[in-house]
């Protein structure tokens, strides 16, 4: 069905399964996923997105089940990210309000300007290859809050457009991504800019820590609308670490012993992941990080994923390049149709990949029993790459 190179590593600091650590609350919690939940479900464009289930291409994989959580609609930025950058800036800017007033407004107060002088001194910034950057403008417009991205040499035109229609100011650099976030980093303090990334390290965790936060949202919807079946393996894809992070402490927490197994996948040039879990730290990977996948074409773990993986994920995989094009082919050829972009395939394809690979398949346990649960992250979030690579 699909063909690609898939490299895979145990992960020799798993936890023993169990309840979730309650050392690792303070990165990820319950509460403050409720409070991501009770915000963000109260937006007024707000809807859950399909879990679809795929039994065609479970039959053909040899495994029992196969949801894929789509999130190619949410609010029509077309990837969960709008989940997670949004959020941010809507809580630092209620904070900043709050601050100044003791109250703390609500998304429609901001959109009805009635914040806008207290935040006129206020500009939000930040680093993106694509998603990330697409929410904070997204958030930033609705909140009436000034916004400057930046961006490296290879983001798309298009990417660029999008961002720039949500009312950001774009600033294209000349560097790769790691040069645009350093400039992002000293233009911020020259200016007096706020930073919302989805990345973090120490000293930086708070902003992050709503990132991921927001990204639960999507993982409560999905426990609903698996209406008490709980799969036994999740295939995340993993850039900086933050959205595998967020559904292994989510899904841990809310199944405990039960809780699927965690199979990271990342792109085989971008495995900062897998790299980590070999050394038994987070370590950088470096070189030209060259993916198809854009969103997970990142060196550097976030400080504040690493922990939950090391003692939550069980293995980290690669996926080669080439079942990129042929697993979006697969997925709009079928029905139901399903538009997913260059980083919503990874955790499918690894799936299925690995379930007719027999030593891989044994190896993690995948076989007729298997419920696998997978997320298309993003949707043609760049319609000419999308266009190109699916050929419609
Ligand atoms: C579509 C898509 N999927 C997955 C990811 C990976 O998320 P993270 O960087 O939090 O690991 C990204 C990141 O930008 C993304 O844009």
Excluded at 12 to 35: I, K, N, R, W
Excluded at 204 to 220: A, E, F, K, N, T
Excluded at 313 to 329: N, S
Excluded at 359 to 386: C, H, K, M, N, W
């Amino acid at each position: 069905m699909l063909h690609a190179k898939l490299s895979h590593q145990d992960n020799a600091g798993v936890h023993p399964a169990g309840t979730y650590p309650a050392s690792l609350d303070a990165l990820f919690g319950q509460q403050a996923a409720e409070a991501a939940w009770r915000e963000i479900s109260s937006w007024p464009d707000y809807s859950p997105t399909p879990l679809l289930e795929l039994p065609e291409l479970a039959t053909e994989a040899g495994i029992g089940r196969l949801w894929y959580k789509d999130e190619s609609q949410r609010f029509s930025l077309r990837s969960f990210k709008a989940l997670g950058g949004a959020y941010a800036v809507l809580r630092l800017l209620q904070d900043i309000v709050a601050d100044r007033t003791g109250k703390r407004p609500d998304l429609e107060t901001f959109r009805s300007g009635a914040c806008a002088e207290l935040i006129a001194d206020t500009v939000i910034s930040c680093a993106t290859d694509g998603n990330h950057g697409r929410s904070v403008a997204w958030g930033c417009q609705q909140c009436g809050c000034r916004c400057v991205i930046y961006i490296h040499r290879d983001v798309s035109a298009y990417r660029e457009q999008a961002m720039a229609a949500f009312g950001a100011e774009v600033v294209r650099i000349d560097g790769n991504y790691d040069d645009s976030v350093r400039l992002a980093d000293e233009d911020a303090k020259r200016y007096g800019r706020i930073i919302v990334s989805d990345t973090s390290y120490p000293g930086y965790m708070d902003i992050p820590r709503d990132v991921m936060h927001g990204y639960s949202v999507m993982l409560r919807e999905a426990v609903q609308q698996l209406a008490g079946e709980i799969p036994t393996h999740v295939f995340i894809q993993g850039g900086v670490g933050g959205l595998a992070a967020s559904v292994c402490a989510y899904f841990w927490q809310t199944w405990g012993a039960q809780r699927p197994r965690f199979i990271v996948v990342e792109p085989e040039q971008a495995n900062c992941l897998q790299q980590s879990a070999r050394a038994g730290e987070a370590v950088v990977v470096h070189g030209d990080l060259e993916t198809l996948m854009a969103g997970l074409a990142c060196g550097e773990v976030s400080a504040l994923a690493w922990p939950i993986l090391e003692a939550g994920a069980d293995d980290f995989m690669t996926l080669g390049e080439a079942a990129v094009a042929p697993a979006m082919r697969l997925l709009h050829d079928r029905e139901p149709s399903i538009e997913a972009g260059e980083s919503a395939v990874a955790g499918i394809a690894a799936a299925l990949i690995a379930s007719a690979d027999p030593a891989l398949a044994q190896r993690l346990q995948l076989d007729s029993r298997s419920r696998v649960f997978v997320i298309g992250t993003e949707g043609a979030t760049d319609p000419e790459v999308y266009q190109e690579l699916v050929g419609t």
